[in-house]
């Protein structure tokens, strides 16, 4: 299996275990780094750094000179939180429609 990310990631592209072990509390980077091994998970580059940049987390020289494993494993761990936010809403509000979340969504987006 690979998943490739040029412009979006689908909540349903991705393991449940891979959403859970990597949105755990704690340090999750042993958990990011085997699913981003074990699914093969890539990005595009120039999308992933100006998706990453909107953060504030990293400047621009930490992000340009990332490898794309560390690019790819920064995408794949904020997407996994972005979706365990909204799996949890989704359990907490069964009866509400996915489009009144107040947070998360099932599309991650490079942008």
């Given at each position: ?49 100006e ?54 969504s ?6």
């Open positions: 299996m690979a998943i490739h990310v040029t412009y979006e990631l689908n909540l349903s592209d991705l393991p449940p275990d891979c959403v859970r072990d990597c949105s755990s509390s704690g340090d999750v980077s042993e958990a990011v780094e085997f699913w981003t091994e074990e699914l093969g998970f890539t990005v595009e580059r120039a999308p992933a750094i998706c990453l940049s909107g953060y504030g987390a990293w400047d621009d020289e930490r992000l340009e000179s990332a490898s794309d494993e560390w690019l790819a494993q920064r995408i794949l761990w904020i997407a996994c939180g972005d979706f365990n936010e909204l799996l949890t809403w989704k359990r907490r509000n069964p009866d509400k429609p996915d489009s009144e979340a107040p947070y998360g099932d599309i991650f987006i490079l942008e």
